[in-house]
């Protein structure tokens, strides 16, 4: 038993925890950060080249749509670390951890969103053809296997283990 009275098999306090859990937060909101942003200034480079203006009305709306999901990943992937700057020294560690991880589930939705709506644009640009939507949705499908489907599979089967 940890010295705080959790069976974690680490003796950490909440305090190295929230320590601990930020350090690894961080690492992750790093690569998250990194892949929304330059998705995001690609995207806003793509309303000046000659070709924008000659974009159907649904690719300009499917483009504004990616922009401001690119936009709100942006804004929730660097939010824990907006937020930790404003709180430090509050001694709320452990509650800003949560949050935090809670803006960095959100962007990575957000972005997950991004990057299907920007395939979407630019195989409706590159192709007109009707396999897209199914291509789009096939690439959804594995974003989703990778980023959630797998993780929440080993959660649940190795906490049930864990148990045992």
């Known amino acids: 038993m940890a010295a705080d009275g959790s069976t974690s098999g680490r003796c950490e306090t909440e305090e190295e925890r929230a320590d601990r859990k930020w350090a690894d937060l961080i690492q992750e909101v790093r690569v998250a950060q990194t892949g929304v942003q330059i998705l995001f200034g690609f995207l806003l480079t793509v309303v000046f080249t000659p070709r924008f203006a000659q974009l159907e009305n649904t690719d300009r709306v499917i483009y504004i749509v990616t922009v401001v999901l690119g936009a709100s990943a942006t804004g929730a992937l660097i939010g824990p670390v907006s937020f930790h700057r404003l709180v430090s020294g509050l001694h709320i560690k452990p509650q800003t951890v949560r949050w935090a991880s809670r803006l960095t589930f959100i962007g990575l939705l957000l972005l997950l969103l991004t990057m299907t709506a920007a395939l979407l644009l630019v195989l409706r640009v590159a192709t007109h053809d009707s396999f897209v939507p199914y291509l789009v949705c096939a690439v ?22 864990r148990h045992k």
């Open 140 to 161: 959804l499908a594995w974003y989703f296997l990778c980023w959630f489907a797998v993780p929440c599979w080993a959660r649940v089967r190795f906490a049930r283990h």
